[in-house]
Nanobody, 125 residues
C-alpha cells in the first residue's frame, strides 16, 4: 500500500552535514507516522528518529544529541532526516519506515509496517 524510496546518502567528512529524503507513494502518507533507522555492517537495525503524522511530535535516539532533525512535508509525501556534525560511527545504511499508527513514536522496528530499501551514508574521518 505504501512504497518508500530513500535518497540523499553519500560520502561526507566527519563534522559535515547531509540531508536524507524518503519519498512515499500514496495519498495516505499523512496518516502514517514515520521513522528513520540505520544499520551498520554486522549490526542490527537501530532506531534514529520518528515523527507523528503531522510532524509536530518527534522522538530521537540518545546518540543523536541534537545533531539530527526529522521533518516531513506531507504535501510532497516526503520525510527528511537532516544530519549535521556527522561522525564516522554514523556510517550505516539508513532506512525509513512507515507506521499505520499515525501517533507512533516507536524505536522498535516492529512498530513499522513499510520500509524503504535504504540509502548508504558513509562518514570519513
Amino acid at each position: 500500500q505504501v512504497q518508500l524510496v530513500e535518497s540523499g546518502g553519500g560520502l561526507v567528512q566527519a563534522g559535515g552535514s547531509l540531508r536524507l529524503s524518503c519519498a512515499a507513494s500514496g495519498r495516505t502518507f499523512s496518516n502514517y507516522s514515520m521513522g528513520w533507522f540505520r544499520q551498520a555492517p554486522g549490526k542490527e537495525r537501530e532506531f534514529v528518529a520518528a515523527t507523528t503524522r503531522n510532524g509536530q511530535s518527534t522522538y530521537y535516539a540518545a546518540f543523536v544529541k541534537g545533531r539530527f532533525t526529522i521533518s516531513r512535508d506531507n504535501a510532497k509525501t516526503t520525510v527528511y532526516l537532516q544530519m549535521s556534525s556527522l561522525k564516522p560511527e554514523d556510517t550505516a545504511n539508513y532506512y525509513c519506515g512507515a507506521s499505520t499508527s499515525g501517533s507512533t513514536l516507536s524505536g522498535s522496528t516492529l512498530a513499522y509496517d513499510y520500509w524503504g530499501q535504504g540509502t548508504q551514508v558513509t562518514v570519513s574521518s
